[in-house]
């Protein structure tokens, strides 16, 4: 049971884990700190939070468990504001895309990774944003990587994965590198690929009769670019030569698909596309 | 009221139509022609069609309306088929994503487009195919973009609108040219891309794992790369010119972002993002 558990980021992931944890009644007091006053008073409302702090101080004052749940670019700023400040019992985790820059950033405030800090990174979310949006069931069956590093307390390792099982994750461990490379494949880039065609079409004249007549294939394609930009200029931010690196390979396979279609090759298209229909169709049903 | 519907490729888009002009009791007699034995036994069972036709003379024999459900490549053939077979009052119509290479198929096989050929294409679909896979709610809401030519006969073009309307579309009349460049960026780009992600990720050495810890953005944006590879390819191939075009506008949108990203100038790139969801958010809720 968490006795205090400090919600710095009161949006769609720490509220759907909150609410989440309130069910099973495996907490028993929420503080939230977070920068909408509007938004904070809604999930006051909404039950969400049980409290409001107005400072990162008040908010880790006496918690047993800190959920760092910000964009990672103010990730720095919350480490900065908690040092000294927590309980000696207190566990932190965060939930962000990018577990690089969360280890950076721990070891330009703390010197070196606390060991009492997991970072983690739930594989879950909508293209909505906000306390209003979050619901207990968003992690139900879903994946959770945790990425703790070689100093890491096991008492605290234990404490998040529990936290996150509860919450109905399934907890999987990885190393920071490669879950960064992993992830720039399946989630920044499609969010870049979404993003940067729906750019595309925004800027030609022609964009309301575009959109007009685009199908429910590109409603789907393009709903990841509904997400909130300001955590996505993040994400491309910190993880910026894994996502680099995977967007290379991804024009190289788009030089190819190009010569195809060019060179009227027919067979080599149906061949790769066939193999990646394969591919997904393995992996969904 | 159609007497004889001849249905040339039993499909989930032919199948979809006719069941939706079945539950208006709007046509009659739904002959189908296809190539897959079980599909069709299928759509008998079904009650999709009445009959199966075991060649397109006999499928289109006192047929008042034919309509080819076909992917693009197949298209010619059948147009060569029923040369000369067709009632004098019959009116053509097809479904394909490509309408400049049906008018060109058209015209190599029949010299002139003939006057009752009203080439269509419903805006609407799933990833999945065959006529198992239809219903007759497929088009409600959805729109059918006709390009009819000069040369049309104003009853046939009358009497396609009518059938389209009946099914739930909106219809909607366009260029030939126009057609293909719109289709090109809303629909047949982001099948590329689509379908070049996953394979690109397929071909790495790491691919089960890329899979397994893909979120629901992933799902959703790579759920087009599920259609039907031969489709995708009779569409891409008929399609080339507008396609290379969009491809080529949308790989100057992605140097831009690649620049922004390798010069950490997250401001370019969060206006780029907020473009894009305003864009996207307008269109759809």
Redesign the interface.
């Known amino acids: 049971m968490i006795q205090r558990l400090a919600l710095l980021g009161v949006g769609l992931i720490g509220s759907s884990l909150v609410r989440a944890l309130k069910e099973k009644q495996a907490v028993q007091h929420v503080v939230g700190y977070g920068r909408g006053e509007k938004n904070l008073q809604e999930a006051l409302e909404l039950g969400v939070i049980d409290e409001i702090a107005t400072s990162v101080a008040d908010a880790v004052d006496g918690a047993d468990m800190v959920v760092v749940a910000v964009p990672l670019?103010a990730v720095k700023g919350l480490f900065a504001e908690m040092k000294g400040k927590l309980s000696e019992n207190a566990v932190v985790t965060d939930v962000g895309s990018v577990k690089w820059s969360v280890v950076r950033d721990a070891q330009q405030v703390f010197t070196t990774v606390p060991p009492r800090l997991i970072p983690g990174h739930p594989?879950?979310?909508?293209?909505k944003s906000g306390a209003a949006a979050s619901f207990a069931e968003l992690y139900q069956g879903r994946?959770v990587?945790l990425t703790p590093l070689d100093n890491r307390d096991e008492d605290a390792l234990q404490k998040v994965t529990a936290m996150w099982e509860l919450a109905g994750a399934e907890v999987v461990e990885m190393g920071v590198q490669h879950h960064d490379e992993?992830?720039a494949?399946?989630?920044h880039?499609?969010?870049?690929?979404?993003?940067?065609?729906?750019?595309?079409?925004?800027r030609?004249d022609?964009?309301r009769?575009?959109?007009?007549?685009?199908?429910?294939?590109?409603?789907?394609?393009?709903?990841?670019?509904?997400?909130?930009?300001?955590m996505?200029?993040?994400i491309?931010?910190a993880n910026?030569k894994p996502?680099?690196e995977t967007?290379d390979?991804?024009?190289?396979?788009?030089d190819e698909?190009?010569s195809m279609?060019?060179d009227?090759d027919?067979d080599a298209?149906?061949e790769?596309?066939?193999?990646?229909?394969q591919?997904?169709?393995?992996?969904?049903e």
Chains 1, 2 share one sequence.
């Open positions: 670019g594989i879950a979310g909508t293209e994946r990587i992993v992830l494949a399946t989630s880039l499609p969010h870049l690929l979404a993003y940067g065609l729906v750019d595309a079409l925004a030609q022609a964009h009769e575009i959109f007009r007549f685009a199908a429910g294939g590109f409603r789907d394609f393009s709903r990841i670019a509904s997400s909130d930009p300001t996505w200029r993040d491309a931010m910026r996502l680099l967007l390979q991804f024009r190289k396979e788009l698909v190009e279609i060019q009227k027919g298209l149906l790769l596309f066939s193999r990646a229909k591919a997904r169709d393995e992996h969904y």
